[in-house]
């Protein structure tokens, strides 16, 4: 048996590793009943693994419980590898949750309406004049259509915008690329879809330990 405590993220693509070894299903442990847990649930039972999911309070109570639903991307200047998967789990969010919603039969609301940041000063807005040269040219694959994924507006509608003394207006930046989920029904949507696949989802149970008992 497999134990995995506080996931680090969504698991995105095929997951061969959990195939079936011999004619028998892995065998896998998760604990904490959060969207990174009931994420990893639903990914390795898809993937042909027999899972276990144990959460102390209800799923989704813990940390998820105070999210508010926000997927920022990580800054276009930043390219290491953290930050670049963590772009491109952002990019496929979008399809992950019709995949759960169509898998579970629950609703998920989701969409990718951006945000704004109010720059304040004249150095923030030349920084992120570069960022949005690097993110326009790069993020090629972000599903962005009918404006650009990143961009400086002298005004934007309902935004109150910073004025430098001897410079004007800072301006915002617009970037259209930041997704909103509802954590709740996104809770709900993994349960159902974990428990369509035939995982075994333990509320109220709290995990202190895991044993290794030889082989298993």
């Known amino acids: 048996t497999v134990g995995l405590g506080e996931p680090a993220g969504f698991a995105a693509g095929s997951l061969s590793f959990c195939r079936p070894v011999a004619g028998a299903a892995m065998r896998?442990?998760?604990?904490?009943?959060?969207?990174?847990g009931l994420a990893c649930a639903y990914r390795l039972a898809?993937?042909?693994?027999?899972?276990t999911l144990f959460e102390r309070r209800a799923c989704g109570?813990?940390?998820?419980?105070?999210?508010?639903?926000?997927?920022?991307?990580?800054?276009?200047?930043?390219r290491g590898p953290l930050q670049q998967l963590h772009r491109q789990s952002l990019w496929m969010f979008g399809a992950f949750v019709r995949e759960i919603a169509a898998t579970g039969g629950v609703p998920i609301a989701y969409r990718r309406g951006g945000h704004v940041e109010v720059l304040t000063s004249v150095k923030a807005a030349n920084r992120a004049r570069e960022e949005a040269v690097i993110a326009c040219a790069e993020w090629t694959d972000a599903g962005i259509i009918g404006e650009?994924?990143?961009?400086?507006?002298?005004?934007?509608?309902?935004v109150a915008v910073v004025e430098d003394a001897a410079n004007g207006g800072c301006g915002v930046l617009r970037c259209a690329a930041t997704g909103q989920v509802k954590v709740a029904p996104l809770v709900a949507g993994l349960k159902a879809a974990c428990l369509t696949l035939g995982v075994s989802v333990n509320e109220g149970i709290?995990?202190?330990?895991?044993?290794?008992?030889?082989e298993r």
């Open 148 to 158: 650009p994924v990143m961009q400086i507006c002298e005004r934007w509608p309902g």
């Open 28 to 36: 896998v442990i998760v604990v904490g009943g959060g969207v990174m």
């Open 206 to 214: 709290n995990v202190a330990k895991l044993r290794r008992d030889g």
């Open 46 to 51: 898809r993937g042909g693994a027999e899972v």
């Open 61 to 78: 109570a813990g940390a998820t419980l105070a999210s508010l639903g926000a997927l920022w991307p990580a800054p276009p200047s930043a």
